[in-house]
Every structure is written in C-alpha cells, then in structure tokens.
C-alpha cells in the first residue's frame, strides 16, 4: 500500500476513554462488539447500562471478570427496557424527594440484540416508550439468536441460512421478511429514532449523543455484522456493514420528532448481490431469489427517500 | 403524642396504607383481581400526592417485577403486589432479586391458577413459586396484612439481610373484607422503617457490575452463599417482629399456636383459613376434643425449629393445603412431612385438600378434618395407605 499524506489522524477525534474494556470473548471480527465499544465511547461515565441475555453480555461478564467501567446491570432476555423504567423512575423519585443528588445528570441506557428487542422484549419496549420514560434504547443487531448457536430471529433477513432456518430441499433458509423495527419505535412517536452502523463510527456515536441529550425516549438500532453468523472472514465485518448501506440493504437514517432524514444520500444503490456474496449465509441463494430481494430493497429504499423529502 | 387510629379498612387498603407510611420511592404494577384495589388506592395516594412515589403503571406483571428489581438496584424502596396469573407471569423475575440480594418488597392476594379461570383465592400461586429465594409471610387478617407489610421492609432492607420479602394474604377474603384495624402513629413507623441505604447501588460515581454470567466454577459458591444468607435471615425476622410487638404491641412469630398447650390433636393452616380454625377448634374443645391450631405465619424460610417445637408432643397433626400438586397431594403436607421425617418422636400426619378456587371452608369443614383424620390414623395403624383427601366436593 502506498504512503498517504493525511490531513486528520481520524481516531484522535475521539476519546480514549474505554468504557467497555477490551479482554472480553467476543470472536474475531465481531461487529457487536465494536458496536457498543463506540456507544460507551459516545455516553462516557455518566450512564447506567441494563444489557439483555445474548452475546454482550455473556462475552462481556464472565464471572469474577467485568469488561464494564459504567455501572452495568444484566437480570434477564427480555426485559431490559423495563428494568430501565425502574431505575430511571428510581433515579427520578430520589432526586425529587432529595434522598440523592448527582453532580452530573445520569443517563439511562438499554442494550439488547435483535432477539432480545424485535421477539421476546418488544413488549417491555413497547411499554417503555409508551410511558415516555427518559432513556435510551440501543438494539444490536446481529440477524439472529448468535448467543445461543445462529437461530433465526424475526429480523433475520430473507433468504439468510440459520440453525433454526436451516436450506433444504424445501427451504431457502428465512422465509420471511425482516421486521423494521425502527419503524415500530417511529410508531409509538418517541422523539428519537435512527438506524447506525459500526462501519460509519462518527455517525454511530453522534446518535448515541443525540439519543441520549433528547429528552424522552429514544431507539437506535444498530446493525452489528456477526463473521460468526453470518459466515464471512473476520476482517470484513467493516467493510460488509458498509456494503449493508451502501446497498440499501440497511439505510441510515433519523427520525427526530416524526421527521425523516437520510444520514447518507446514495444518489445510486450498489446491487444487493455485493453485500450478500461475501457472506456464507447468502450463498445457496439463486439468482431470482436474489431479484426478488434486489427489487424489495428499491422499493422500501424509495419510500424511505419519500418520507425523508429526498428526490 | 401518638397519633393511633382506629378505622375500619378493606385488606387492599390497608396494605396501600402501610406502603404510604413506608415513603415507598418507586411502585410498579399490574392489575389483577383480586389485586386492582391495591394499585387503585396507591394510584389515588400519588396522584393525591399523599405518596411521594413514581408509579410506573407497566404493561405486564414480567415487567412489574423487572421494574422493581431495576427500581431496587438503583436504591429505590419499591413495591409491587399481584396475584395468581400475575404472579405466574411474574415467575421469572422473581429469582432475580432474591439472587442479587435486592430487597423488593410485594404483596400477593393469592388467587387460584387457571384453566379453569378462577379470580377467587386459593395458594397454588403461592405453592409455584415456594423457591423463589424471597422471605414469605402468611396474613390471617387486615391487621396482620399491614404490620407485615411494615415488617416486610424493616426485614427485607436489613443490611444483614437484603432478601426481597412477599406478604400473602388470600384474595377476597382478605382483600376484599373491611375489618377493624389499628392504624399507628406515622413517625413511629417511619422510627420502625429508617431510610436505608443499600451498600451496593448503580452509581456511576462507584461503577459496579451486576447479574454477570455464572459458569460451573463458580456458580455453585454463588448459591451457597445465597442459601447460607437466607437461613441467617430467620433469626433477624423474629428480632424484627419483637420489635415490631415492642413498638406498636402486636407480637408474630414463625408458628403461631392456638389452644396447644394440652392439644393431642393439631391443626394446621396457612392465610385467613386460620381464623374458622380457631372457631372450630373452640366448638371441638368444647366437645371434649383435644385440639389446637397451628398458623404459619412465615413460610420462607421453613421454621423448621419453631414448628418441630409446636408440635413435639401432638399426637395426630392435620394438614390443610389450599393447592395441590398434581399426582402428589398437599404441598404444605408434604413439607411438613419432611420437616418432621428425621425426628424421633413425631406425630402421625394427615393431609386434606380444600378451599380450592375460593370454595368457602366452614367450621364444620375443620371438624370434618379432624374426625376423618381419626378414622385415618386407625387406617395407618391397620398398615393402610392413606391419601389427601379433597374436603367438599359434591360427587
Ligand atoms: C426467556 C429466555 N428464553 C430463551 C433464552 C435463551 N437465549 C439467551 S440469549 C438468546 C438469543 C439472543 O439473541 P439476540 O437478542 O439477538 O442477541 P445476540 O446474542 O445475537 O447478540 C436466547 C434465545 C433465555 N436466556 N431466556
Ligand atoms: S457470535 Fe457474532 S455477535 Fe456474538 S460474539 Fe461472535 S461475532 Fe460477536
Ligand atoms: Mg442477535
């Protein structure tokens, strides 16, 4: 590779502080794990994380071991949001009947997988966001149960292999469409929701910041490339979640106060194909198949550019 | 000056009251029958603003619970009550605190298990969650549901304690019922239930981790010490109810006897049953029988020491359980078998099966029990097999 000359060294733009440890058991590659490194980088020290069960967790707590700067809490699966709703309603009466009073403001923040908040936690969120409790909301997703050995979650993409969707003679793998979550949380018209990516940091972390500064509830979700998962070389997680935009596969975009907006404009989408060859999950898939979700991805790409007012 | 008030109470209020006069900080609830007068009145004591209290009005019992143990780790007072389904629902969630040592306070208008679908009181909510790990105290009357809430917090939020702690008390019967009660004097009982700091917060200026991940090496150190600090907790649950009784002058204990100094026979019960025990075993003493009654008023952890005490020289012990377990019997029969299996002297034990789904259980129900228990000791001896028996069914 040639030398380059750069104006900006990129990464002293961001802090040093490490909030999330390095020394934890994440695989090779993992794209969750950069993920929530980026958050913690973004929240700093004045948070309270309540992680759901899944891969976070178990590679980040292994007993009597803790990855975790920032006060952190793990009960349960499903629950994380909830769990949020009691501390941040503790905080809340305390401070009010001055039983407590913190130098800085506390942040209150969920992490869970794509299991853990498009399945079996959605209610709990669901009720979170309805109530309005001021906290936010980060939902790593990994396109399935990753945890517990690669089954299919209900935002496992079309056509993806997993255990519990396995390719057979008479299946292609995911016989259905993943569920947009994001647009579930726009539906309960909390002040804050976004679509982020490790592959785009900066853009990761300003949403972090900005989710975090709204008062209210607020939703990120953050696709986590998973070379364990979705069955491609640890060095690529980067460039596959850029493929992953760039594709239109996974947009980046923010909904702030009901309003649309595109986080980056791709004049011109990369073909799906792109993005899906490099992973082993995608491989059995036939050319119509593949048409099939090349045409799906357009079409929801043009209506999000529609909500957004992008022509 | 005291301040002591006599009023008459619905049980659901007057555990509300003594949540009040406890400052819970954070309530979290579901409702259910027989359970909604409970959150009703706390919903009307915050919007009053009688209670300084953020009422999280959740959208499942999972997520009364969940909120709770999140409420508590942040150093929260909390409370929540629920019953039967809620209570199932809640299943889950109800390892964590007692785990985490986290002292969650709820209150369980115990309520029958569908299908099918029954709102009126039964114990087979309680009997499915028997470990859970949480201090559990059996109400017999609206009194004795509000000091034990009280009791319930000054226990749970000892620092040698730290274990969230359950008052049942049986729906309608209880919940539903105005009784006569005292109200105490308010700054007595917050002298009784001092503000409390958990060592052990989530506090950014003091980051601890909590509920981390248990592999083989170490898990089963984490339940030892659990259960080694669970057991300690029954001699501070007698200090307490001491110095409940001291304080506002109503003693409780583990087993609480009735008619037993003399008593051959004894009765047992749990919840607000006990109350027609005490009515028949008065009619049965008059009749010449040598009966007494047994309450259990704590019912976790087990006191082994006070019941085996209680019942060293009965000669015949009956069993009442409001639940069974399927192809096993009664599970308080069954426990109490267990109890009392390794002593030398011990009585002959007969288990009957009643007051299921809210079936009332009349005085002559108990005396029922007793005389058929009779016939069933002459049935052992004969080298028999006996079996729970279900009282007042039509056949
Ligand atoms: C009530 C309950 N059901 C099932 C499980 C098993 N389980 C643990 S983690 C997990 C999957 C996690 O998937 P996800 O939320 O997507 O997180 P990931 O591991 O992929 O990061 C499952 C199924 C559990 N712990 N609790
Ligand atoms: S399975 Fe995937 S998400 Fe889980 S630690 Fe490994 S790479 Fe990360
Ligand atoms: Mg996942």
Same mark, same amino acid.
Do not use: K
């Given at each position: 590779m040639e030398k380059e000359e750069a104006e900006?060294? $990129?990464? %002293?733009? $961001?802090?040093?502080?490490? &909030?999330?440890?390095?020394?934890? %058991?994440?695989?090779?590659?993992?794209g969750e794990a950069l993920a929530v490194r980026h958050v913690c980088k973004a929240l700093g020290k004045n948070v309270i994380i309540v992680n759901a069960t899944g891969c976070i967790e178990i590679i980040s707590s292994l007993l009597p071991q803790t990855s975790w700067c920032v006060p952190w809490i793990h009960t349960l699966f499903e629950n994380v949001a909830a769990v949020v709703s009691g501390i941040e309603s503790a905080y809340k009466a305390r401070v009010r009947k001055g039983k407590i009073t913190p130098a800085k403001e506390v942040k209150f923040v969920g992490f869970a997988g794509d299991g853990g908040t498009s399945d079996i936690g959605i209610q709990a969120l669901s009720g979170a966001m309805e109530r309005g409790h001021n906290f936010l909301y980060c939902c790593f997703d &990994?396109?399935?149960?990753? &945890?517990?050995?690669i089954q299919r979650s209900s935002s496992t993409p079309y056509g993806a292999w997993t255990t519990t969707a396995p390719v057979g003679k008479k299946s292609i793998g995911q016989m259905t469409w993943k569920k947009n979550m994001p647009e579930i949380a726009v539906a309960h018209k909390i002040p804050y929701v976004a679509t982020a990516c490790p592959s785009y940091p900066f853009d990761l972390m300003d949403k972090v910041k900005r989710g975090v500064e709204i008062e209210g509830p607020a939703y990120v979700h953050i696709l986590s490339p998973c070379p364990t998962g979705w069955r491609c070389?640890? &060095?690529?997680s980067i460039e596959i979640g850029r493929l992953a935009v760039e594709t239109g596969v996974f947009p980046l975009y923010e909904v702030i106060n009901g309003e649309y907006r595109l986080s980056i404009d791709l004049p011109e989408l990369k073909p799906v194909k792109e993005y899906m060859k490099k992973q082993g999950r995608f491989r059995h898939l036939t050319e119509d198949v593949i048409e099939k979700i090349q045409a799906r991805v357009e079409a929801e790409y043009l209506e999000l550019k529609e909500k957004a007012g992008v022509k | 000056m005291k301040k002591v008030k006599i009023e008459g109470l619905e049980g659901s209020f007057a555990v509300a009251e003594a949540v009040r006069m406890a400052n819970a900080d954070v309530i979290a609830a579901y409702p259910i029958t027989p359970q909604t007068h409970i959150v009703e009145r706390l919903s009307e004591m915050v919007a009053d603003g009688e209670l300084d209290a953020e009422f999280i009005c959740v959208e499942s019992e999972h997520s009364a619970m969940s909120a709770c143990v999140g409420a508590s780790a942040a150093g929260a007072r909390v409370f929540t009550c629920t019953a039967g389904q809620g209570l199932e629902l809640m299943h889950e969630v109800l390892y964590i605190p007692s785990s985490m040592r986290l002292p969650v306070v709820a209150v369980i208008a115990n309520r029958a298990l569908s299908a099918?679908?029954?709102v009126w009181c039964d114990h087979s909510d309680v009997m499915a969650i028997r470990d859970i790990g949480w201090i559990q105290m059996f109400a017999e009357n609206n009194q004795q549901a509000f000091d034990l809430t009280l009791c319930a917090y000054r226990v749970a939020e000892d620092k040698e304690v730290l274990f969230p702690a359950m008052v049942h008390l049986d729906g309608f019967y209880l919940s539903h019922v105005i009784e006569d009660m005292v109200l105490p004097d308010e700054e007595e009982v917050a002298g009784f239930i001092p503000e409390y700091e958990h060592?052990?917060?989530?506090d950014p200026d003091r980051p601890v981790s909590m509920g981390c991940y248990g592999p083989p090496f170490i898990y089963p150190e984490t339940k030892k010490a659990q259960e080694v600090a669970f057991a300690n907790t029954r001699p501070k649950i007698v200090e307490t109810w001491k110095e409940f009784g001291d304080t506002f002058g109503r003693y409780y204990s583990p087993v609480e006897k009735y008619k037993?100094?003399?008593?051959?026979i004894a009765m047992l019960t749990m919840g607000s049953c006990g109350e027609t025990a005490m009515l028949a075993v008065d009619e049965m003493r008059e009749e010449g029988e040598d009966v007494g009654l047994i309450r259990?008023?704590?019912?976790?952890?087990?006191?082994f020491k006070e019941f085996r005490e209680a019942v060293k020289d009965v000669e015949l012990l009956v069993v009442l359980d409001r639940a069974i377990s399927f192809g096993m019997g009664g599970p308080v029969c069954s426990e109490v078998k267990s109890a009392l299996y390794d002593q030398r002297k011990k009585p002959y034990i007969v288990g009957f099966i009643g007051?299921?789904?809210?079936r009332d259980i009349p005085i002559e129900g108990f005396k029922y029990m007793v005389s058929r228990a009779l016939e069933k000791v002459k049935a052992i001896e004969r080298g028999e097999e006996i079996e729970a028996e279900m009282i007042g069914i039509r056949e």
């Open positions: 900006l060294f $990129v990464p %002293r733009l $961001v802090t040093t502080e490490e &909030n999330f440890a390095s020394g934890h %058991r994440a695989c090779i590659g993992c &990994n396109e399935a149960y990753m &945890n517990t050995g070389q640890p &060095n690529l | 099918p679908l029954s060592p052990f917060v989530l037993m100094e003399d008593a051959r259990l008023r704590l019912w976790r952890p087990f006191p007051g299921l789904g809210g």
